[in-house]
């Protein structure tokens, strides 16, 4: 079982950044792929981006990249989503995800994810 909070949400101008972070409980969290997903009212959960167990490879939706980068530290069980250029259209609840089934490969279907957080707002004003 992993459990997995996560923190850094608030609320920001269009144009600013900020940095989600997602905290495991499980000592062998590092052997777990990790994605993060959003969810807006009325709208369906959309894929953000992914990164496998060992931070080599990384995969990102079509809405964020060259804005967000996610990243990790096995160390600290921590999977990090740095995003800058935010758009009111980034407003959601942002969650991360947690995969002991697919670590080598980042996975952008939710159902190939086992574990969630609670999720974190972030709101962009514009």
């Known amino acids: 079982q992993v459990h997995l909070v996560e923190s850094g949400g608030g609320y920001v101008q269009a144009g600013g950044s900020l940095r989600l972070s997602c905290v495991a409980s499980?000592?062998?969290?590092?052997?777990?792929?990790v994605g993060w997903f959003r969810q807006a009212p009325g709208k369906e959960r959309e894929f953000v981006a992914a990164i496998n167990w060992s931070g080599s490879s990384t995969s990102y939706g079509d809405s964020v990249k060259g804005r967000f980068t996610i990243s990790r530290v096995n160390a600290e069980n921590m999977v990090f989503l740095q995003m800058n250029s935010l758009h009111s259209e980034d407003t959601a609840v942002y969650y991360c995800?947690?995969?002991?089934?697919?670590?080598?490969?980042?996975?952008?279907?939710?159902?190939?994810?086992?574990?969630w957080g609670q999720g974190t707002q972030v709101t962009v004003s514009s």
């Open positions: 499980a000592r062998t969290s590092r052997n777990y792929g």
């Open positions: 995800a947690a995969s002991p089934r697919f670590v080598a490969v980042p996975q952008v279907a939710a159902d190939r994810y086992d574990y």
